[in-house]
């Protein structure tokens, strides 16, 4: 019996390790079209290139919640958004790097929430599971659901965000599938871009450049779409932090 309980107790201490493990993997974001956010626990802290290779840390920008946090996104300009559990909260900053909590901007959904992003325009992607729903905001700061039809992926989701106005990247493992909405608002996938990492992969953030970066433990790796339409790392452009 003695030895019974040792190994349960031995087995709960494992798998509380590993969860904490897991929680506590760096999270990245392109944010305002400038900076690479990465967040751990609570922090984040932004870095800034100019030539694409060297990422500098940016002195009194870094975001602090005073709260709990699963995931944090772009939204719009200056605005972003903290997941914790199934609301999410939005915070804007000042050209001086001070943030300040948007009062009555809160998101909280009826469903638990697995991973959020800015998708287009007010609209976010909301997904649970392999499903992906999508709400929008008003100038009252109230959401409602959006225009676009939920999209439902036909594999396993790791991962979801959005590259571009009305296309979202799933990542299933190292393998990002792209896909596209059509004016008639079905769910379209686009042959021939899939992303299939060397590493394994963390995190996943979509630079307005055309550039991907891809994190795999403490580095980032960057891809970009070639002359000949397939994805290419970019030597010599390593971010590790």
Request: glycine content about 10%; hydrophobic content about 35%.
């Amino acid at each position: 019996m003695r030895k019974i309980l040792i190994a349960s107790l031995s087995l709960i201490s494992v798998m509380l390790f590993t969860g904490c493990n897991n929680s506590s993997k760096p999270q990245i974001f392109y944010f305002n079209y400038r900076y690479i956010g990465i967040r751990e626990g609570r922090t984040v802290k932004f870095y800034d290139t100019k030539d694409q290779k060297t990422w500098n840390y940016s002195p009194g920008k870094d975001f602090v919640s005073p709260e709990s946090v699963d995931e944090v996104f772009h939204f719009i300009g200056p605005y972003i958004g903290a997941l914790d559990g199934r609301t999410v909260k939005f915070y804007k900053t000042n050209a001086q790097g001070t943030w300040d909590y948007a009062t009555g901007k809160d998101l909280t959904s009826p469903a638990d929430i697995d991973n959020v992003f800015h998708f287009s325009g007010n609209a976010i992607g909301i997904r649970k599971g392999r499903t992906i729903r999508f709400a929008e905001t008003h100038k009252d700061g109230k959401w409602s659901p959006g225009i676009f039809k939920d999209f439902t992926s036909p594999t396993d989701v790791d991962g979801a965000f959005s590259p571009l106005s009305n296309y979202i990247g799933i990542r299933n493992g190292r393998t990002i599938k792209f896909y596209s909405i059509t004016g008639q608002g079905s769910w379209t996938y686009i042959a021939g871009r899939d992303f299939t990492s060397p590493d394994d992969v963390d995190d996943i953030c979509y630079l307005n450049t055309g550039t991907m970066g891809v994190l795999n433990g403490r580095t980032i790796k960057f891809y970009r779409v070639n002359d000949k339409g397939a994805w290419a790392y970019n030597a010599g452009g390593d971010f590790s932090f």
